[in-house]
Each structure stands twice: as C-alpha cells, then as structure tokens.
C-alpha cells in the first residue's frame, strides 16, 4: 500500500473538529497517518480495515480511536441497508485541547492511559459503540462550549470502556519520530507560516535538505501531491475561512491569503471548493447543515 502523511488545519475559533460524511464505496489502497488523534465512526458499511499491522475484516457501525502518526485505511465494500447511504462521523483532536493543565490532574489518569494506548489503535464496541455513537451525533449540532462539554464526555466514555480491545501488535511501532514524518512536518510548518508570501521550491528543499528534484519526489511520495498543491489547497483554505468570518470581501480574502491577482485566485479557489468565491459564500450563509463533504473523511 502507498503511505501517505496528511496534515489538518483547525479552524480559528475550534480547538478540535467533528464532521459527518457520506462515505465512497470503494477499495482505498492508501495508508494515511497524521500527527492528530482521530476517533472515527463508521454507519451502515462492511469492508476491511488496516491499522498498524493490524488487518481484519468489519461489518458496521465500527468505532476507533487512533493515536498519532499511526497509519490507517478502510476498504468500504458496500451498504449494510443500500437504501440509506454508508456515513463517518469523524473528530480529530490533539490531546492538550482543552490544556496541558488538564492531563495532569489526578482524574485523568485513565484518559493518559487511553492516550497512550491509542498509538496501537483501539476498536470500541457493545455499551461503549452505542454511547459513544449518541454523543458524536449530538456533536454535529452543537457547538462552542456545549461542543467541548459532549467531547470530554465522549473521552470519559471510551476511557472507562470494558468493552475495546488494542488492534496493532504490541511490538508495532508508529512513525512519530521517524525522519520521513519528521521532514514533512517541518515542510508543513514552514508553509502554514509563510503561505502569504511567494514560496521559493528551493527554499523549502532546503529545509530537509534536499536538491529541488528530489524534494518534489519525496513530497509527492509521502502526501500525493505537489509542494504547490499544497501551498494552492493552504491558501484556499485561509481564504474560505476569512470570508466565512464576514469580515472580509473577496477581493481583500485574495490578497490576505497569498494571491497577487484575482484571476489566478477565482480559478484555484472554483478548483479546490468546486464554486467561486460569491458563489461559496452564497452557499455557506444559507441554513447550516451538520453534513460535510460527499466523499469520505479520511479514507486512509
């Protein structure tokens, strides 16, 4: 299987997210790990799951918690009920969301335990599947405080669980502190934080170091995409956020996220969301809904 890291970016006003999507019936071939933990609901679907050294076949609903960095993909073979479609409920989250200060107190000594055993994945079921399921689908509607509340929750749930067992072996290792995630990591960091202004490709490889061929080998290898892919997608990304914000219009959105023209903004923004800017913001300040995208969340 190709390995692929990927990197999420949390909205400014959310130390975590939660998101529901209609999942692809299809056979994914694509490891993904990432440096968030992420805990994934899967509805009305059976196909086969990879995590660690970890392979096993499964029939929904289907709850894990995943630790840093560890690789993971789903097969979705098809709908358990074909007349509703297959769906994930997917949150990622880092451990300190709510502080550092909270891990520390004596009541979380069973949440550092789960923490810590999630870096072998962990599968939920029974009483555990069926509680946490209700909590995450009441997440999707609420938000701020009430949010975090339902989240904590959630964690208190799966850290008392009697019902998981650890999926990887106990002598699988993850790739947090392997040179490869490492590189990437730096590469993200560097483009999170200069994105607004033009990015040299030599730069960059410099961060590794690497010559400028190499570099795009090795950076299309461990994400799946080109360094301005992915410089284009970070860009969009910030762009669609300060128009959502209201406080920009589009013309300043381009120029605070990197753009020097509003011809090359139009075309890479239809590109990555599928409408234009006026057209984005006409659709995303009608009614929310709690759904997400229309393909699957983190297939890897």
């Not at 694509?30 to 509805?43: C, G, M, R, T, V």
């Not at 997917?90 to 009541?107: A, Q, R, T």
């Not at 959105?253 to 890479?268: L, P, R, T, V």
Request: hydrophobic share 40%.
């Amino acid at each position: 299987m190709q390995y692929i890291y990927e990197n999420f970016t949390f909205p400014p006003d959310q130390s975590f997210t939660v998101r529901s999507d209609v999942l692809e019936i299809k056979k994914y071939t694509a490891l993904k790990s990432h440096i968030n933990f992420e805990i994934a609901l899967l509805e009305n679907c059976s196909g086969r799951r990879f995590i660690g050294d970890h392979i096993e076949d499964f029939e929904g609903p289907e709850l894990v918690l995943l630790g840093s960095y560890l690789p993971h993909c789903w097969q979705y073979y098809k709908a358990i009920d074909p007349r509703v479609h297959p769906q994930a409920v997917v949150i990622h989250f880092f451990p300190d969301f709510m502080g550092k200060e909270l891990l520390e107190k004596p009541e979380a000594r069973q949440l550092n335990k789960l923490l810590r055993q999630a870096a072998k994945g962990i599968l939920f079921t029974g009483n555990t599947l069926q509680e946490a399921q209700m909590i995450m689908h009441q997440m999707l509607f609420v938000s701020g405080l009430s949010r975090m509340a339902l989240m904590l929750r959630l964690l208190d749930v799966l850290s008392q669980s009697e019902s998981s067992h650890i999926l990887s072996s106990p002598y699988y290792n993850t790739v947090e502190n392997s040179g490869e995630a490492g590189k990437i990591n730096k590469v993200f960091e560097y483009i999170f934080q200069h994105f607004r202004e033009e990015i040299a490709l030599q730069e960059v490889a410099n961060l590794i170091p690497m010559s400028g061929a190499a570099f795009c080998r090795f950076f299309k290898r461990s994400t799946n995409r080109t360094l301005l892919d992915f410089v284009k997608e970070v860009r969009i990304g910030h762009a669609a956020r300060l128009l959502l914000e209201g406080q920009h219009n589009v013309a300043e959105a381009c120029y605070n996220s990197g753009y020097n023209n509003m011809s090359n903004f139009n075309k890479h923004f239809k590109e990555i969301k599928g409408l234009s800017p006026r057209e984005f913001l006409r659709q995303y300040q009608a009614p929310p809904s709690h759904k997400g995208s229309t393909t699957a969340p983190d297939q890897g």
